[in-house]
C-alpha cells in the first residue's frame, strides 16, 4: 500500500460504490490509481445474464473516482490547507466523453492515469486513461467535475 | 474594441456551448448565460478560459463572480483589457 492512501478516507463513497483501492502516485498535476473489480459486484449476475461483464458505466465511475474525485479533493485539500473534512465535501460530475477499446472481466485489476488539464473556479477537467493488466488501453477520455466545499455551493453558483 | 465587437466575437464563443444555435442570433447585451442560453454552469468556467486565450487576459474569481449577463461578459473583458495595457 502507498503512502498516498490517506485521501481515500475523504471518498465519500462506500462498499459497493466505492472504486478506487489503492493510489500510486499523486500531486497536482495528476494521479495514478488501481481497482480490481470484485467477482461478487453487485452488477455482474444481471451484465449479462450468463456472461458478466463490467458495464462501461462502472468503468466510467472507475475513471471518475480516481481520475477526478481523488485528484479534485487533493487539490481541495491543498488548496485549503488540509482542512477540508470527509462530509463536507461532495464531487458533482460534470461531463464526459469517453471512448472504449477493452472488455473488462470480473476479478481484473485496471489501473487509471488522470492528468490535470485544469482546475479553476471548482472546475477539475482532466485527460484521464484505464490500463489493464495486459498493459492495453481499455479506455480513454475527457472528465469534467465540480469540487468544492458544500458550504461553498451554497453560497455561490461556482 | 467596441463593445459591439466584442459582443460579436462573444458570440463565436459562446457557440459550442449553446445547444439552441437559434438562440446566438438574438442575443443582446441582456442575455443571461444561463437562464436565457441554457448554458451549463460547469461550461461557464470553459468560456472565461476561451475568452482569455482570445484576448490574453486572466480573469479572477472576483471579475468571474461578476458575469451573469452577455453586458457583464464585455465589462469584465474590457476592465482587463484596459487594465492589461
Known amino acids: 500500500m502507498s503512502n498516498y492512501n490517506d485521501i481515500l478516507e475523504h471518498l465519500p463513497y462506500k462498499s459497493s460504490f466505492r472504486f478506487v483501492d489503492n493510489i500510486l502516485q499523486l500531486d497536482e498535476d495528476g494521479v495514478t490509481g488501481e481497482y480490481t473489480l470484485r467477482e461478487d459486484a453487485f452488477f455482474y449476475e444481471d451484465h449479462f445474464i450468463d456472461n458478466p461483464i463490467t458495464p462501461g458505466v462502472i468503468i466510467t465511475e472507475i475513471m471518475a473516482q480516481i481520475g477526478l474525485v481523488v485528484l479534485g479533493i487533493y487539490l481541495l485539500k491543498k488548496k485549503n490547507h488540509h482542512s477540508v473534512q470527509a462530509p463536507e465535501t461532495f464531487p458533482l460530475f460534470s461531463s464526459t466523453e469517453i471512448a472504449f477499446y477493452k472488455i473488462v472481466l470480473p476479478g481484473e485489476k485496471v489501473t487509471v492515469v488522470s492528468k490535470k488539464e485544469y482546475f479553476r473556479f471548482g472546475k477539475l477537467k482532466c485527460y484521464v486513461e484505464m490500463w489493464n493488466e495486459k498493459n492495453e488501453l481499455v479506455a480513454e477520455g475527457t472528465f469534467a467535475g465540480i469540487v468544492n466545499d458544500a458550504s461553498d455551493l451554497k453560497s455561490n453558483q461556482w | ?85
Open chain 2, 1 to 85: 474594441m467596441d463593445r459591439h465587437s466584442i459582443l460579436e466575437e462573444l458570440k463565436k464563443v459562446l457557440a459550442p456551448y449553446t445547444k439552441n444555435k437559434e438562440l446566438l442570433n438574438s442575443v443582446t447585451e441582456h442575455t443571461n448565460l444561463i437562464t436565457d442560453l441554457h448554458i451549463n454552469s460547469a461550461n461557464l468556467v470553459d468560456i472565461i478560459i476561451d475568452a482569455e486565450a482570445k484576448y490574453n487576459i486572466e480573469i479572477d474569481m472576483d471579475a468571474a463572480e461578476k458575469i451573469s449577463t452577455v453586458g457583464s461578459c464585455i465589462d469584465v473583458i474590457l476592465e482587463k483589457m484596459n487594465h492589461a495595457s
